[in-house]
């Protein structure tokens, strides 16, 4: 089984894109909502431990952890060492449950795969990627973005010009939803039949 990675900076397209490949019959995993159902359920009694007052309700309300860990380097780092095993356990979990139903490919979607290193979790890379000024047009048009936050999300992801220099493949989401579904086909078409070598590796991390 072929383990895909998606990823690509903030803004890029990798919604759209990741939704061509499960349109394909493309297993997808996406990390940003394993952290999601986390935060409303097996995380929430560490993340509180360790940062108090960031779930009065009984899940983790994100705007209260972002107050705690924004600009706090070692506070960020306290709470990817709670998320990061979790969000990897469950997708280890999602390979297991593909391989069981007979899937030829899967494909992850992590957002921040570079920057965590994960790329060593994927037998192939495909980084999304569009022009800075689609970017920045994309971005800035969501509820309660400013030009300080994204310029500070900016800062903690990897520079898309380096994303694209290391990737396998990169689909371009600056043009039309018809152009990203032709890229997709190719990127899929060049990878059917390729032997997957990670999973094999995998496996053995869940099963200890």
């Given at each position: 089984m072929l383990v895909i990675g998606l990823t690509g900076s903030i803004g890029m397209g990798k919604t759209t894109t990741a939704a061509c490949f499960a349109e394909r019959g493309i297993p997808v995993c996406n990390a940003d909502r394993i952290v999601h159902d986390l935060y409303?359920?097996?995380?929430?009694?560490?993340?509180?431990?360790?940062?108090?007052?960031?779930?009065?309700?009984?899940?983790?309300?994100?705007?209260?952890?972002?107050?705690?860990?924004?600009g706090n380097p070692g506070k960020l780092?306290?709470?990817?060492?709670?998320?990061?095993?979790?969000?990897?356990?469950?997708?280890?979990?999602?390979?297991?449950?593909?391989?069981?139903?007979?899937?030829?490919?899967?494909?992850?979607?992590?957002?921040?795969?570079?920057?965590?290193?994960?790329?060593?979790?994927?037998?192939?890379?495909?980084?999304?990627?569009?022009?800075?000024?689609?970017?920045?047009?994309?971005?800035?048009?969501?509820?309660?973005?400013?030009?300080?936050?994204f310029e500070a999300l900016l800062a903690r992801q990897m520079p898309d010009s380096e994303k694209r220099s290391r990737a396998d493949f990169v689909v371009d989401t600056g043009g039309s939803l018809e152009d990203v579904a032709r890229q997709v086909d190719k990127v899929i078409d060049d990878l059917r039949g390729r032997e997957g070598a990670v999973w094999e590796k995998l496996r053995g991390r869940l099963e200890s």
């Open positions: 409303e359920g097996e995380a929430v009694a560490e993340i509180e431990a360790a940062f108090p007052g960031v779930a009065p309700g009984g899940t983790v309300n994100r705007g209260l952890l972002a107050k705690q860990v924004s780092r306290e709470l990817e060492a709670i998320i990061h095993p979790l969000v990897v356990k469950r997708e280890l979990e999602f390979l297991r449950e593909e391989e069981a139903r007979g899937a030829e490919m899967v494909l992850l979607e992590i957002p921040l795969l570079y920057e965590a290193g994960a790329e060593v979790r994927v037998d192939a890379v495909v980084v999304v990627s569009a022009p800075s000024e689609a970017q920045r047009e994309r971005v800035l048009a969501r509820p309660g973005m400013s030009e300080e936050k």
